[in-house]
């Protein structure tokens, strides 16, 4: 059969395709901008026949209507495996949970580990003259999501980037169950928080240990995008990309003139990213950009990839950290935040890197609703909190005090020089409390 005839014949309406989910079923949704929206809609329309219908995704940017029904939670949970604020707050309504995982692996645990998969929806570019379908803004696992689903519905959408890439980055008509056209919404857009006086000062001291033809990895958040903004406006050139996430300072970075990739040691003159979350300004940017490489997560994050990448550069946020030197980017005690995403997987890749470089970074202090300072370093990590990475994986500790590199430390040392980055209001309270933990030296004081 021609591949438009095909096509054709699998075209339904939203309406129509969602027919397929049962009570019970487990559906996924992907991540962030591929998220469906008319089938959403549609699904959300029969929440009265549906009950426990479980769906799967991540990094939610606007709520989905199947959890905007009444009694949601009668009729649809969501399941995430790295939250945003928005499911932070899904959480404390009951209907939203994480799921752990190192984000490298992700691939391999739909082969092998989740089951079932009844239905995948999700958005994506126009089909090419091929018949094949751009995963575009997230290749990151949706291959081996497709692998797994029982039924494949795809949302179709004008609007949609057509990232190019590597390997698993496209599927064709032919393993498509079927084709909804949705009506070309914009993109749901995630614009990077401005950053605060704290966050230039902590992206100053990391930006002066990047060298020219380093191969960068940003995090989400303030400090990762102030980053990105002193590296845009600096004397810094041949740089690379090889990221999980790629984000507006990636693009802001290129068009200052600072990557071409050609000091690559893998990869040369290409930006390999998993996945893509930003505003419409990235989105252009990315649309069939050949300089661009979108590809799977197990191989942007894996540890042996990015160890053949020589001066490899991981710039990553933290909630807080203890005086043992464990990281905690995942929840603030029992309250989860977001999850534990790639972060140590390029912690763990960077060091192996020759000339490698993973920077953890967060500000010093942080207000409370009642407006009261808190040290972000704590002798040990508030009861509940996730360790994301252990006090053996932590390189560089970054506040806006100053930069320390625990590997090789003892545990006073490492007391020592993590006091030494905390605010100066926390440090004679802190020292007391390494006092009573044992790993203090008189001579410290000194």
Not at 90 to 108: F, H, K, Q, T, V
Not at 177 to 205: F, H, I, K, W
Not at 216 to 221: D, H, P, R, Y
Request: hydrophobic share 40%.
């Amino acid at each position: 059969m021609d591949i438009r005839q095909e096509y054709q014949s699998k075209l339904r309406t939203a309406e129509e395709a969602v027919k397929v989910v049962r009570s019970g079923d487990w559906i996924d949704y992907g991540w962030n901008a591929c998220a469906p929206v008319a089938l959403d809609r549609a699904l959300a329309a029969r929440y009265e026949e549906l009950y426990d219908v479980k769906a799967r995704g991540a990094v939610l940017m606007t709520r989905p209507a199947i959890l905007s029904v009444p009694d949601t939670a009668e009729h649809f949970t969501w399941n995430s495996w790295h939250m945003s604020g928005l499911e932070r707050k899904l959480i404390d309504e009951g209907i939203a949970w994480y799921i752990p995982l190192r984000y490298s692996e992700l691939p391999r645990y739909y082969r092998e580990n989740v089951d079932p998969v009844h239905v995948a929806m999700i958005q994506v570019a126009p089909m090419d003259d091929e018949g094949y379908f751009s995963y575009g803004l997230n290749a990151s696992h949706l291959e081996a999501l497709f692998e797994k689903a029982e039924v494949i519905i795809l949302e179709v959408n004008r609007n949609y980037p057509r990232c190019l890439g590597g390997k698993n980055t496209r599927i064709h008509i032919s393993r498509v169950d079927m084709v909804v056209e949705g009506g070309d919404p914009a993109l749901n857009q995630l614009p990077a928080a401005a950053p605060s006086e704290v966050d230039r000062a902590v992206a100053n001291l990391i930006v002066s240990q990047i060298s020219d033809g380093a191969c960068l990895q940003l995090g989400i958040g303030g400090m990762p995008n102030a980053v990105g903004s002193l590296i845009a406006e600096s004397d810094l050139k041949d740089l690379g990309v090889h990221t999980e996430m790629y984000v507006d300072a990636f693009v802001d970075i290129a068009r200052a003139g600072k990557i071409n990739g050609s000091k690559k040691t893998i990869d040369t003159g290409k930006q390999v990213y998993a996945f893509a979350t930003g505003t419409q300004k990235l989105y252009d940017y990315l649309h069939e950009n050949p300089e661009c490489m979108s590809t799977s997560v197990d191989y942007t994050n894996d540890a042996r990839i990015i160890s053949q990448i020589d001066n490899f550069v991981s710039i990553n946020n933290a909630v807080d950290v203890d005086l043992f030197g464990q990281v905690n980017a995942e929840s603030a005690g029992i309250r989860h935040i977001s999850g534990a995403g790639g972060q140590l997987d390029f912690v763990l890749g960077a060091y192996l890197s020759q000339g490698g470089k993973s920077f953890i970074c967060c500000s010093s202090t942080m207000k409370d609703k009642a407006g009261k300072l808190h040290s972000r370093i704590r002798p040990t990590l508030q009861t509940g909190s996730v360790v994301t990475d252990t006090r053996t994986n932590v390189h560089y500790l970054v506040t806006e005090y100053g930069m320390v590199n625990l590997k090789g430390a003892s545990t006073w040392e490492r007391a020592e020089k993590i006091i030494s980055i905390a605010h100066p209001d926390f440090r004679e309270e802190l020292i007391r409390e390494a006092e009573h933990m044992k790993i203090w030296r008189r001579s410290n004081k000194r």
